[in-house]
T-cell receptor, first 110, second 115 residues
Framework: DAKTTQPTSMDCAEGRAANLPCNHS???????VYWYRQIHSQGPQYIIH???NNETNEMASLIITEDRKSSTLILPHATLRDTAVYYC???????????FGTGTRLQVFP | EPEVTQTPSHQVTQMGQEVILRCVPI?????FYWYRQILGQKVEFLVS????????KSEIFDDQFSVERPDGSNFTLKIRSTKLEDSAMYFC?????????????FGPGTRLLVL
C-alpha cells in the first residue's frame, strides 16, 4: 500500500483558505487519492477523491501534481466547523480497506 | 442526503459478555464495512462484506467477531466474548459497489466500553 505523509498539525484563520499537503511518492498509476476528515470522535466524513486530474466539489478542491507524488486539499474559506483531523489515503486497487494514518489536525481559529 | 446510521451510540458491557452493534447502511448500497478506533489511535479496518459473505478481513477480525446481514436493511457486528481491549469506537461504512473508485460512507459510530 502506498504510504502517505502529512504534517501533524496546521492552523488556519477563519475565512482564509486552508491548504493541506500530502506526500504519496510511491503511489501506483491506478491508485486513487482520497481525503476524509474526522471531527472529534465522529465517523470519518468523505471529502473528495481523485486520480490524476484536479477535482472540486462543494466542500473542497483537490490538486494532484502531475507526477502524482503529492496532493493538496484546499478548503477555500475555512470555518470553525472545519476544525478536524484530515486524512489523506491512497486507495489500493486490490483491497476493500481504507488505511488511515494519523492525519493532519487542522485548527481553525477566529 | 442518505446516511449510514448506527445503534446504539454508546454501549457499556462486562468483560466476557456478547455485544451486537447495529448498522443501517445507505439503502442502495451493496458493500458493507466495519472499522474500529481505539481511543487516541488510528482508524483500523476490520472486515468487508458483500452478498452475504466476508470479502476481506484484517488480523484483528478473529473468531470472536462475526458479521451478518439479518434482513434487507441491517448489518451487524457481533463480538462473542468481549475483552477489555475491545473498548473502542466502532464505525460501519457502506459503498455502492466495490473497487477503489467507490467511496465508503461512514456512520457516526458506536462507542463500546468493556468493563
Amino acid at each position: 500500500d502506498a504510504k502517505t505523509t502529512q504534517p501533524t498539525s496546521m492552523d488556519c484563520a477563519e475565512g482564509r483558505a486552508a491548504n493541506l499537503p500530502c506526500n504519496h511518492s510511491t503511489i501506483s498509476g491506478n491508485e486513487y487519492v482520497y481525503w476524509y476528515r474526522q471531527i472529534h470522535s465522529q465517523g470519518p466524513q468523505y471529502i473528495i477523491h481523485g486520480l490524476k486530474n484536479n477535482e472540486t466539489n462543494e466542500m473542497a478542491s483537490l490538486i494532484i501534481t502531475e507526477d502524482r507524488k503529492s496532493s493538496t486539499l484546499i478548503l477555500p474559506h475555512a470555518t470553525l466547523r472545519d476544525t478536524a483531523v484530515y486524512y489523506c489515503i491512497v486507495r489500493a486497487y486490490n483491497t476493500d480497506k481504507l488505511i488511515f494514518g494519523t492525519g493532519t489536525r487542522l485548527q481553525v481559529f477566529p | 442526503e442518505p446516511e449510514v446510521t448506527q445503534t446504539p451510540s454508546h454501549q457499556v458491557t462486562q468483560m466476557g459478555q456478547e455485544v451486537i452493534l447495529r448498522c443501517v447502511p445507505i439503502s442502495n448500497h451493496l458493500y458493507f464495512y466495519w472499522y474500529r478506533q481505539i481511543l487516541g489511535q488510528k482508524v483500523e479496518f476490520l472486515v468487508s462484506f458483500y452478498n452475504n459473505e466476508i470479502s476481506e478481513k484484517s488480523e484483528i477480525f478473529d473468531d470472536q467477531f462475526s458479521v451478518e446481514r439479518p434482513d434487507g436493511s441491517n448489518f451487524t457486528l457481533k463480538i462473542r466474548s468481549t475483552k477489555l481491549e475491545d473498548s473502542a469506537m466502532y464505525f460501519c461504512a457502506s459503498s455502492g459497489s466495490s473497487g477503489y473508485q467507490e467511496t465508503q460512507y461512514f456512520g457516526p459510530g458506536t462507542r463500546l466500553l468493556v468493563l
